[in-house]
């Protein structure tokens, strides 16, 4: 699925008057790209992102996009984890009986590794384990585009490895497309095929 955005302004009213975060921004990600936005901390990354998943109130969310947040709590803490997804499932999947989501639902906890953990509950999991839940969930409900906003900022250098490994495996095969903001151009280079300076995407169209 291709994102395309054109000359989109985004102002937030703030008591001393307004400012103006996005200004007149284009952006092209074409289908199934892996693509890295970097940019100093306030420019307004995590204000594109959430337009582009719909969670700014302006547009409807859409199944197929999904948005990863940097402290990823995104799982229901009263559920587990194979029920926060068979929830998610039977949500997306109008008709699906309960058994066949479990099924779904454990089909992508073991895409993650966590199919051994499928009874935790959200507060049970380490910080690189709720990534790995909430990328589960994503892909439980057939998303076709990430949206990842620092995901890996809190984690440590080998749980990070680990890490992109997987979103690189998961990417590839679902042919997915990514935007992965970050501050950290080292991991972007490791990830990305192309990275876009947030600056210059304002006012430009790139990729
Ligand atoms: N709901 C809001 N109301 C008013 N101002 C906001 C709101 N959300 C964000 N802003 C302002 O918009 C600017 C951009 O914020 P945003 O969170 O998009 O930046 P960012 O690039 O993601 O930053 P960081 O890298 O620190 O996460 C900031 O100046 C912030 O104060």
Redesign the pocket.
């Given at each position: 699925m291709d994102i395309k955005l054109s000359g989109i302004t985004k102002e937030?009213?703030?008591e001393e008057g307004t400012?103006k975060?996005l200004d007149n921004l284009s952006l092209f990600v074409p289908s199934g790209h892996f693509v890295s936005i970097i940019?100093?901390?306030?420019?307004?990354?995590?204000?594109?992102?959430?337009l582009i998943g719909g969670f700014d109130g302006h547009s409807k969310p859409s199944r197929e996009i999904f948005m990863i947040f940097?402290d990823a709590n995104q799982l229901f803490p009263w559920r587990t984890l194979e029920s926060n997804l068979s929830y998610a499932i039977r949500k997306t999947h109008k008709g699906i009986s309960k058994a066949q989501a479990a099924e779904k639902a454990k089909a992508a906890l073991s895409e993650v590794g966590l199919l051994e953990y499928h009874h935790y509950y959200p507060h049970q999991l380490s910080g690189g384990m709720k990534q790995r839940g909430a990328l589960a969930r994503a892909l439980a409900v057939g998303c076709k585009v990430l949206l990842m906003?620092?995901p890996f900022t809190s984690l440590d250098r080998v749980n990070k490895e680990i890490a992109y490994e997987l979103l690189l495996k998961i990417w590839r095969e679902k042919k997915l497309t990514v935007i992965f903001?970050t501050?950290d151009l080292e991991e972007a280079e490791r990830l990305s095929e192309q990275i876009l300076y947030?600056e210059d995407l304002n006012g430009k169209i790139s990729v």
């Open positions: 937030y009213l703030h400012r975060v940019g100093p901390s306030g420019c307004g990354k995590t204000t594109l992102l959430k940097q906003d620092e903001v501050h947030f």
